[in-house]
């Protein structure tokens, strides 16, 4: 069967998948991110009692944390990136030796962080910091000099991508802050929310506000026309801003950040809705329930960051971990598409419509279940004071972990399957 002609009806993605990179760039980060988080799932396991009664300044909670945001969010942001850059904005993708060199300097970075919070070594903890940044900056030069590269009309999606990559160097950068507060350098937490605001809204907010401008008409096959997309971007910066100057004026204008990210959430939710909508798809994507469930999650997360609520930081990874695993259930099997549709006859977006054949319909509703189950669990942990709901919470997120593995398992079976039958 010919999906691009038969399955279509039209639509052309815009997009340009000829620059697609070797498929180990993006494969290398997610796979090593999957480890970092069942990593982080079995901290969790092992550390309910520290998270039920809040002890988050506890090496090993810091350590449970850092696997999550700099382990699984990070990694698997900067693998998507080198898929996602070159194929938006038309440009060669960076050397596979470039992109391989980079990932295993990151990873010595955050293997060696590790190790300091475990025994404490201050000396080894400074050394990791200093090559994840490193490893950070390379990473941030290659996508930056990409954007710059592209013939692309700029728009919000180049000041998206820029002001993401921005803001991660911006974390680490506190997190020097950070170290020197532990070591009586600097007063102590002062930065503390300003790092975890920027890690989450600057960085990772930034990055999937924008990326989901090009994934949402994907998957519903619309146009997106109608929506000023800039408007949930501005409003995230801007509550990022506030954060920033709470440092000087006191935490009030940190609670107006918070209800900036608030309307953030609330206008790209509708948005993402209008798209959904007007969209061509014959039926409708699932993954969009997924979505959801990790947009509602982080609303509640901006919700109890304006009373400073610690909570805030648990709803916003779960919300996080929805949303990736949610997308990643259409991103890996389009990649998998793409090998099939680079080796079979006939013009290359169609691995576009094959994907759709590969996906799991229910992963995205099992994704968001769970996502859900598991904040909820781990908040009444905390506000009950019960370990057990935290190990429940970890038990729930082991589950969720091991069944988008099965999920991406099996869509690849299937890509391999119809590769064997075109050929």
């Not at 010919?2 to 340009?16: E, F, L, T």
């Amino acid at each position: 069967m010919d999906v691009s002609s038969s399955d279509s009806g039209g639509y052309k993605p815009s997009i340009n998948i000829e620059q697609a990179p070797s498929v180990m760039a993006p494969m290398m980060h997610i796979a090593t991110a999957y480890g970092f988080v069942i990593a982080a799932a079995v901290l969790l396991l092992a550390n309910a009692p520290q998270v039920a009664h809040g002890l988050y300044g506890d090496s090993r909670v810091i350590l449970m944390v850092h696997c999550f945001s700099l382990g699984f969010l990070s990694m698997t942001a900067m693998g998507v990136l080198q898929q996602w850059v070159p194929v938006v904005f038309d440009v060669p993708p960076l050397p596979l030796a470039r992109v391989t060199a980079n990932f295993l300097l990151y990873v010595v970075g955050i293997l060696g962080f590790a190790w300091g919070l475990l025994q404490p070594q201050w000396v080894v903890l400074a050394c990791a910091g200093t090559v994840i940044a490193v490893a950070i900056l390379i990473w941030s030069a290659g996508v930056i000099g990409q954007l710059a590269r592209s013939s692309r009309p700029r728009d919000i999606i180049d000041r998206g991508i820029q002001a993401a990559v921005i803001g991660f160097n911006v974390v680490w950068v506190l997190g020097i802050f950070m170290a020197l507060s532990f070591l009586g350098w600097w007063p102590e937490y002062l930065v503390l929310p300003i790092h975890i605001g920027t890690a989450l809204v600057g960085w990772m907010g930034f990055l999937v506000l924008t990326v989901q401008l090009k994934l949402n008409p994907m998957f519903s096959m619309s146009k997106g026309s109608g929506i000023n997309p800039a408007v949930p971007l501005y409003l995230a910066a801007g509550g990022v801003l506030l954060a920033w100057v709470s440092l000087f004026t006191g935490m009030f204008l940190f609670r107006v950040g918070a209800l900036l990210w608030t309307a953030a959430i609330i206008v790209t939710t509708v948005q993402s809705m209008l798209v959904v909508l007007h969209g061509k798809a014959k039926t409708f994507d699932r993954v969009f329930v997924g979505v959801a469930a990790g947009w509602f999650l982080l609303l509640a997360a901006a919700g109890l960051a304006m009373w400073l609520n610690p909570l805030a930081v648990l709803f916003a990874f779960w919300g996080f971990l929805t949303l990736i695993f949610s997308y990643q259930a259409r991103i890996i099997p389009f990649i998998v598409a793409l090998i099939v549709a680079k080796r079979t006859p006939g013009p290359i977006f169609k691995a576009f419509f094959m994907a759709q054949a590969m996906h799991s319909r229910h992963q995205p509703l099992a994704v968001g279940i769970m996502g859900v189950a598991g904040a909820v669990l781990s908040a009444m942990g905390r506000i009950l004071v019960l370990p057990r709901l935290e190990t429940a919470a970890g038990a729930v997120a082991l589950l969720l972990i091991g069944s988008e593995i099965q999920a991406l398992v099996s869509a690849m079976a299937r890509g391999r399957k119809q590769a064997a039958l075109r050929l």
